[in-house]
């Protein structure tokens, strides 16, 4: 099984390519930025079979080329700008060039090179001020009203790719993530909001305190689950179009960091006050809701693997090894 993966270089790429060359499936990934060395490796090692091009997703010619070249059955779209305030300010146009552009063009190309099916992968950003009540978020009853131009593309490309697959006869489901974290995150340059996890991880190995803001409850998505929610849909006789790929239950970062120090003696933290900062990011000022997975656990074999405690040791386990790493990437294939 050949599948084809734009944004493999980022952090969810990364975790769905493993999850597919474990199973000694081939991946084709596509990026403008190539991987951390430490990953090609990783990945080159396991049974199935990688190959990495460097491109530009909005280029739609490179892409058929490279589609063509490989003849892989199935694409998902991964590549995305997750833009913060300060990039909305300066690059409004490439967000979009990106977000909708690189779908439009990677779905295109995919209708020329014959691929037979195409996961599009959008983002639970979608909801946006929906998600300011009290949930849960649900597929096609609550309303996308998002706040920021990340959102409001993401809803665009879900929009745009549909249409156009509907006009080649393409079969394409929309998969909308939930709020990721775990293995391989880091500053690809694509990314602007780091998880508060990583950002805690970061800060210890800096040998600085954790102070949080506030407390923070959300659904929060260890990305190895995220990876198998994708290939699950991949594989499944889907009855939907739009399926919400989320944790199906929830945590606080309070007990995120009460659990951490149980595992590490120099993990200090604290709540921010009037003498002392904080130096964790939530990016809002409310927890969004969390978003309801009845649809993909009936119609999937999903079922999510990584509570609070797994999650946790399993990537403090992968950090202790990787954790340090450098990220330098690796040159043109």
Known sequence: MSTFITGCSGFVGLALAEHLLSAGDEVVGYDLMMPPDKAYELLSDL???????????????????????????????????????????????????????????SVSAAAKAGVQQVLHVSSGATYGASGRGPGPLHEDRTPLLPEALYGMSKRAAEEAVRRLAELHGLPLLVGRLGTCFGPWEADSGARDTPSAPLQALRLTAQGCEVVLPRDSRRDWLYVRDAAAAIVCLLAASARHPVYNLAAGHEWSM????????????????????????????????????????????????????????????????????????????????
């Open 47 to 105: 049974p199935g079979r990688f190959t990495l091009v460097q491109g530009d997703v909005c280029d739609e010619v490179a892409l058929s080329e490279t589609m063509m070249r490989h003849q892989p059955r199935r694409l998902v779209t991964l590549v995305a700008i997750t833009a913060d305030p300060k990039r909305e300010r300066v690059m409004p146009q490439r967000i979009f060039e990106v977000n909708v552009g690189g779908a439009l063009a």
């Open 254 to 333: 309070v007990q995120w960091c009460e659990y951490v120090a149980t595992r590490r003696p120099d993990f200090v933290w604290r709540f921010a006050d009037a003498e002392t900062a904080a130096n964790i990011d939530y990016y809002a000022d409310f927890d969004r809701a969390s978003m309801a997975i009845d649809r993909l656990l009936a119609d999937t074999d999903f079922l999510p693997r990584f509570d609070l405690p797994g999650a946790c040791d399993d990537f403090l386990d992968w950090w202790s090894r990787h954790g340090n790493i450098s990220l330098e990437r690796r040159q043109t294939q």
